[in-house]
């Protein structure tokens, strides 16, 4: 490649600066960011930023009662939330080795809860003492921080830091985060901060976008917000009844826009977001069945 090309190459990359515009605070549009809106309960935070995924045309013509968004979450965030659960689990049972899991009925850390139970915890409590020794000293650090990582992710405390990510996929923490970012992961959608002061910026962190937990609000709650009642502003609604219990999940402090996504980023988050749940799947091969194949193309 030519300095030229490569120049010219360079020139086309997006920067963080490219994604976002705060043009447009006062209409609804698709691509809107509003900081504050509540999550209900699906996340380990009560409010996150929230990108607008309802049709431009229903926004434009008011042709919908509702307001449908993508909760959007720091990427240290989502390290401790129940998507990367599977991942860590996957992890403890390399780890450990399905020879000592397979110890108690049923096995230790299956995929039929995301959660660390109590019985679980207490029974690696115990194969840990059993075969510390035998793991070695390295690996069991390593089982620690994995299972203190699960416990964040159980309770819904939240570390200050990716420390315990880092520790338990060690190497493969740097693959991980690079998949994030390069939108290699067909359930999130990265988004740069926007290197703005925080009191007037739309992105304050690196984020990511989860297409697996889309929350709806009355598109009347979003409308009636009277940023001059402060704290009070709910009180407007409380004689609609059909609107206390989403007015309830949101905080005393009003949901803010703060910018939207531009057109040619918003425009790839829809295709994707659309295709996340447009996938039709099918069984997959139990494991047994793999393994047979695999000799049988082997022996050809």
């Given at each position: 490649?030519?300095?030229?090309?490569?120049?010219?190459?360079?020139?086309?990359?997006?920067?963080?600066?490219?994604?976002?515009?705060?043009?447009?605070?006062?209409?609804?549009?698709?691509?809107?960011?509003?900081?504050?809106?509540?999550?209900?309960?699906?996340?380990?935070?009560?409010?996150?930023?929230?990108?607008?995924?309802?049709?431009?045309?229903?926004?434009d013509?008011?042709?919908?009662?509702?307001?449908?968004?993508?909760?959007?979450?720091?990427?240290?965030?989502?390290?401790?939330?129940?998507?990367?659960?599977?991942?860590?689990?996957?992890?403890?049972?390399?780890?450990?080795?399905?020879?000592?899991?397979?110890?108690?009925?049923?096995?230790l850390?299956?995929?039929?809860?995301?959660?660390?139970?109590?019985?679980?915890?207490?029974?690696l409590?115990?194969?840990?003492a059993?075969h510390?020794?035998?793991?070695?000293?390295?690996?069991?650090?390593?089982?620690?921080?994995?299972?203190?990582?699960?416990?964040?992710?159980?309770?819904?405390?939240?570390?200050?830091?990716?420390?315990?990510?880092?520790?338990?996929?060690?190497?493969?923490?740097?693959k991980?985060?690079?998949?994030?970012?390069?939108?290699?992961?067909?359930?999130?959608?990265?988004?740069?901060?926007?290197?703005?002061?925080?009191?007037?910026?739309?992105?304050?962190?690196h984020?990511?976008?989860?297409?697996?937990?889309?929350?709806?609000v009355?598109?009347?709650?979003?409308?009636?917000?009277?940023?001059?009642?402060?704290?009070?502003?709910?009180s407007?609604?409380?004689?609609?009844?059909?609107?206390?219990?989403?007015?309830?999940?949101?905080?005393?402090k009003?949901?803010?826009k703060?910018?939207?996504?531009?057109?040619?980023?918003?425009?790839?988050i829809?295709?994707?977001?659309?295709?996340?749940?447009?996938?039709?799947?099918?069984?997959?091969?139990?494991?047994q069945l793999?393994?047979?194949?695999?000799?049988e193309?082997?022996?050809s």
């Amino acid at each position: 490649m030519t300095n030229r090309t490569a120049h010219h190459a360079d020139h086309m990359k997006a920067t963080s600066t490219d994604y976002y515009a705060q043009d447009t605070l006062n209409e609804h549009m698709c691509g809107d960011i509003w900081w504050g809106m509540p999550t209900f309960g699906l996340l380990p935070l009560s409010t996150a930023i929230a990108i607008v995924v309802t049709p431009a045309c229903d926004l434009d013509n008011c042709k919908t009662e509702t307001l449908t968004y993508l909760p959007c979450v720091p990427v240290e965030t989502y390290f401790s939330t129940s998507p990367i659960a599977r991942r860590v689990k996957g992890e403890l049972r390399q780890l450990i080795g399905q020879k000592h899991l397979s110890e108690f009925i049923p096995p230790l850390l299956n995929d039929d809860t995301l959660a660390l139970t109590a019985h679980e915890a207490g029974k690696l409590d115990t194969l840990l003492a059993r075969h510390g020794a035998a793991l070695g000293e390295p690996r069991v650090k390593k089982i620690a921080d994995a299972l203190a990582l699960l416990k964040c992710i159980t309770e819904g405390s939240l570390p200050d830091d990716i420390v315990l990510f880092k520790s338990v996929f060690g190497r493969n923490a740097s693959k991980l985060i690079e998949d994030i970012v390069r939108n290699n992961r067909p359930d999130t959608h990265f988004l740069p901060k926007d290197l703005q002061p925080v009191e007037y910026g739309v992105m304050p962190a690196h984020s990511v976008i989860l297409f697996r937990y889309p929350v709806t609000v009355p598109m009347e709650l979003i409308e009636g917000i009277d940023y001059n009642a402060g704290s009070a502003w709910k009180s407007a609604f409380r004689s609609r009844a059909f609107l206390t219990a989403s007015l309830a999940m949101f905080d005393e402090k009003p949901p803010i826009k703060r910018g939207r996504v531009r057109e040619p980023f918003m425009k790839d988050i829809i295709t994707r977001y659309v295709a996340s749940f447009g996938r039709l799947g099918s069984p997959d091969f139990s494991p047994q069945l793999v393994s047979d194949i695999r000799s049988e193309i082997e022996a050809s």
